[in-house]
C-alpha cells in the first residue's frame, strides 16, 4: 500500500517562510508527477504547485515568484518552500502524487492524496 507522509505546516506570521515536505512510500514502480494542493472550508481544492518525472513545473498565478516545488527522486520526497506568505494562504495543504505500478499484463496508474497539514498565516 501506497503511503504520503506530510509535514512542515504550522502557524506563521504574514510575510514568513515555511517548508512542506511529502514522502512516498510502498510499492510504486515509478512516479509519474508530484505536486500540492490547498483547500479551505466551503470552497473546492484548488492547485498549488505540480513537477512531473522529466522535472517541468507548474504553479497557480497566486503563487508565482513565491513559491517553489522541488524533489528528491531518490527518495520519492516532493518540497514546497513557501516564501512571501500571506494570510489568504491558510488552507489545509494536501500532497498528491500520481504514480504507476506494474503488473504481469502491463502497467497501472494511480492517484492518491496525503493526509492534510495545516498551513495557518496571521495577519
Known amino acids: 500500500q501506497v503511503q504520503l507522509v506530510e509535514s512542515g505546516g504550522g502557524l506563521v506570521q504574514a510575510g514568513g517562510s515555511l517548508r512542506l515536505s511529502c514522502a512516498a512510500s510502498?510499492?510504486?514502480?515509478?512516479?509519474?508527477?508530484m505536486g500540492w494542493y490547498r483547500q479551505v472550508p466551503g470552497k473546492q481544492r484548488e492547485l498549488v504547485a505540480i513537477?512531473?518525472?522529466?522535472?517541468?513545473?507548474n504553479y497557480a498565478d497566486s503563487v508565482k515568484g513565491r513559491f517553489t516545488l522541488s524533489r528528491d527522486n531518490a527518495k520519492n520526497t516532493v518540497y514546497l518552500q513557501m516564501s512571501s506568505l500571506k494570510p489568504e494562504d491558510t488552507a489545509v495543504y494536501y500532497c498528491?502524487?500520481?504514480?504507476?505500478?506494474?503488473?504481469?499484463?502491463?502497467?497501472?496508474?494511480?492517484?492518491?492524496w496525503g493526509q492534510g497539514t495545516q498551513v495557518t498565516v496571521s495577519s
Open positions: 510502498g510499492s510504486i514502480f515509478s512516479v509519474n508527477a
Open positions: 513537477i512531473t518525472s522529466g522535472g517541468d513545473t
Open positions: 498528491n502524487l500520481l504514480w504507476t505500478s506494474k503488473t504481469s499484463s502491463g502497467v497501472r496508474f494511480h492517484d492518491g
